[in-house]
């Protein structure tokens, strides 16, 4: 059953307490203002907005990249939290608000990967950029269908993925909607934001253009590797045809750029073999109407969602909605 309903939660300006005894901020769904006021003029919106060759770029590739959605100061902002998310004890109320924390998913010392999910229940910051219009703009444009020009787009969930310096692991070559078939139809968007420069020394994430159409009946790759840590263990599933195609594009991106990517592009990062860590933030979202597909948890620590009912309340919130916007007559 539903928390709290979705009209309230919006109201909110401050997050409830929840059953751990600590501000909940799934329970605010909107932004807060902690990375900075929202668009304030028809201008000031527009410049979060795909022009249409960004949009063909995305439909061609499966991915577009090098997308400015953060200032330093936002980004440093950010890297605050990073810090005090990655020296939680395990055992803290914190901890109990998270869908998922791997201090090192791959359990190997020589390669380690941090990965978490559901930070934005914790942190302001964290949450209020689930909310950024820089980020939630174009999402609606892209997974918008081919009679509208904006969606009514809903928040999935987060990730944080750290490498350390040195000896930071990979992230093997995956689809991510083969992990998030509890949900149907497939209309879902990632958003991996750079909060410090990515280089090929420090493992920055990487693309096979054209692979967002490589199904298997219609369905996704199936997963290879649920740790992350065996890079190419992908090939063992691929065409012929596809390992012909597999030329994986690196991107190069500055501090507060992001790509954004079909759920079916294949994607991985190698190693951090430099002297610094490599962080990023990543935003997952899909369009509204998309439903559950199971009668099991979604995410551990939400609520059961029927299947065929669709996914939205307390966990699920609106980011976006083109019909409420008070800049949607400006733009038609």
């Not at 410049?47 to 997308?67: C, D, L, P, T, V």
């Not at 551990?300 to 800049?327: H, N, R, S």
Request: net charge negative; with cysteine; aromatic share 12%.
């Amino acid at each position: 059953m539903e928390q709290y309903s979705e009209e309230s939660l919006i109201q909110n300006k401050a997050p409830l307490t929840g059953k751990f005894g600590i501000p909940d901020w799934s329970t605010v769904h909107s932004d807060s203002g902690g990375l900075g006021k929202k668009p304030s003029n028809i201008e000031e919106w527009k410049r979060s907005m795909f022009n249409k060759e960004q949009i063909a770029e995305f439909h061609r590739n499966g991915y577009i990249a090098n997308i400015k959605v953060l200032n330093e100061t936002q980004c440093d902002k950010l890297l605050e939290e990073y810090q005090k998310v990655m020296k939680l004890e395990e055992d803290s109320a914190e901890r109990a608000l998270f869908y998922e924390y791997h201090s090192n998913q791959s359990k190997d010392p020589n390669n380690v990967l941090m990965h978490a999910l559901g930070h934005w229940r914790v942190s302001q910051y964290f949450h209020d950029l689930v909310f950024c219009p820089a980020v939630t703009v174009p999402t609606a444009q892209l997974l918008s269908n081919i009679d509208e020009e904006f969606c009514k787009v809903r928040f999935w969930h987060d990730q944080l993925f750290a490498k350390p310096a040195k000896y930071g692991g990979v992230v093997a070559w995956h689809q991510d909607y083969s992990y998030w078939t509890k949900t149907q139809p497939m209309r879902h968007m990632t958003v991996h934001i750079a909060l410090e420069d990515q280089t090929l020394e420090n493992g920055c994430i990487q693309y096979v253009p054209g692979s967002h159409n490589w199904t298997r009946d219609g369905k996704p790759l199936p997963v290879t590797d649920f740790n992350f840590g065996d890079m190419e263990s992908i090939q063992t599933i691929l065409t012929d045809e596809e390992k012909e195609a597999f030329q994986p594009q690196p991107c190069l991106m500055k501090k507060g750029e992001a790509s954004f990517h079909h759920p079916l592009a294949v994607h991985g990062s190698y190693q951090n073999r430099s002297d610094l860590p490599r962080r990023a933030a990543v935003l997952n979202y899909f369009a509204d109407g998309v439903k559950s597909n199971t009668n099991e948890l979604a995410l551990l620590g939400t609520y059961k969602i029927a299947k065929g009912k669709q996914m939205g309340g307390q966990f699920f919130p609106v980011v976006f909605d083109p019909q409420c916007m008070e800049w949607k007559n400006n733009l038609l």
